[in-house]
Antibody, heavy 120, light 113 residues
Framework: EVQLVESGGGLVQPGGSLRLSCAASGFTFSSYSMNWVRQAPGKGLEWVSYISSSSSTIYYADSVKGRFTISRDNAKNSLYLQMNSLRAEDTAVYYC?????????????WGQGTLVTVSS | QSVLTQPPSVSGAPGQRVTISCTGSSSNIGAGYDVHWYQQLPGTAPKLLIYGNSNRPSGVPDRFSGSKSGTSASLAITGLQAEDEADYYCQSYDSSLSGSGVVFGGGTKLTVL
């Protein structure tokens, strides 16, 4: 059974940092691209970042470019998101999502999400 | 404001058919890029409902169907059930965006009357 479990969320002050983790199991993690998608309270989905299976290709949304860093450790079946210079508008539930088997742009499995709150 | 436009809300009675539209442009749906649909039940993570415009992942009831034409796509739900009450999001690729080009619609809240 495919499972994605996020952790690392919490309350952080503006300008602070946080590192999110996503532990994957039930599939060959190193064969799939991964993404972070966030959802602000009461709002829609916003794609945040993409990393290819080998980490050779990385993309960021303009809203987080230069502040967030995505990475993965295929030996540990884990995905990460280092978030620096956090702003109030970064407050959201952050989901990790797997790029699908049919199309890596169809996210076929999602974690349960971890809440990041940026507030003083 | 997303480049993919969805109605904020739709509603229908049990057993009825409802459709949710997703309107894009020549740089995304109209350029031939695939549309995917997600269902987000209250308090849960999104779930892939339709991929590649009209394909259902294993386990998704055939009451759900997707289609695409021109610069728009649609999700249809027939035989509406109470458990279908959720938020629905379309997603595609936009060649005018930086980064991966992944874009979501603003979401549509389905209310079962």
């Amino acid at each position: 059974e495919v499972q994605l479990v996020e952790s690392g969320g919490g309350l952080v002050q503006p300008g602070g940092s946080l590192r999110l983790s996503c532990a994957a199991s039930g599939f060959t993690f190193s064969s799939y691209s991964m993404n972070w998608v966030r959802q602000a309270p009461g709002k829609g989905l916003e794609w945040v970042s993409y990393i290819s299976s080998s980490s050779s290709t990385i993309y960021y949304a303009d809203s987080v470019k230069g502040r967030f860093t995505i990475s993965r450790d295929n030996a540990k079946n884990s995905l990460y998101l280092q978030m620096n210079s956090l702003r109030a508008e970064d407050t959201a539930v952050y989901y990790c999502a797997r790029g699908g088997s049919w199309s890596e742009y169809a996210f076929d499995y999602w974690g349960q999400g971890t809440l990041v709150t940026v507030s003083s | 404001q997303s480049v993919l436009t969805q109605p904020p809300s739709v509603s229908g009675a049990p057993g009825q058919r409802v459709t949710i539209s997703c309107t894009g442009s020549s740089s995304n749906i109209g350029a031939g890029y695939d549309v995917h649909w997600y269902q987000q039940l209250p308090g849960t993570a999104p779930k892939l409902l339709i991929y590649g415009n009209s394909n259902r992942p294993s386990g998704v009831p055939d009451r759900f169907s997707g289609s695409k034409s021109g610069t728009s796509a649609s999700l249809a739900i027939t035989g509406l059930q109470a458990e279908d009450e959720a938020d629905y999001y379309c997603q595609s690729y936009d060649s005018s965006l930086s980064g991966s080009g992944v874009v979501f619609g603003g979401g549509t809240k389905l209310t079962v009357l």
